[in-house]
């Protein structure tokens, strides 16, 4: 009976880390322009409600991408670069991060959808809080099997 009380918890708790259509609170800036945003603790100044945007419905998670250029490619000189944003995209690298590379540089992409997630040193907050209960079940359930 236990078990379906801590399942209905996980989902519930699920449910309210991804609510859909709820603003959300994300940082951006873009290093290019404000250093700022390269830093591990990013002050609250650049903290934006997403429903602000035109069509602010359609911004339900947080984007950070740290884009690096190797070497001089047009002109343009090696750089790195850190943007950070309200992002409307809900494909399949929700609240995960890919890598893409071309000729002479790379960049990584991390989304997640709680607020003030796109911040360095919380980023994958979400997968903690999704994670943690998630194994809880499959221990319940190993112990239940024994």
Known sequence: MKLEY???LCIFGVVMVAR??????????????????ADEELP????????????GSQYIL?????????FTVNENPPDSRTIRSCGSNNSSYSESCYSRG???????VCSCMTDKCNHASQLFMGYILF?????LIFTHLLQSVH
């Open 6 to 8: 801590l399942i209905c």
């Open 20 to 37: 859909p259509g709820a603003a959300i609170l994300c940082y951006e800036c873009n290093s290019k322009n404000d250093s700022r945003c």
């Open 44 to 55: 609250d100044t650049l903290l934006k409600n997403c429903s602000h945007h035109v069509k």
């Open 62 to 70: 947080c984007r950070k991408i740290v884009q690096t250029i190797d």
């Open 102 to 108: 071309g000729f002479g540089g790379r960049q990584e």
């Open 131 to 135: 994670l943690a209960p998630v194994g």
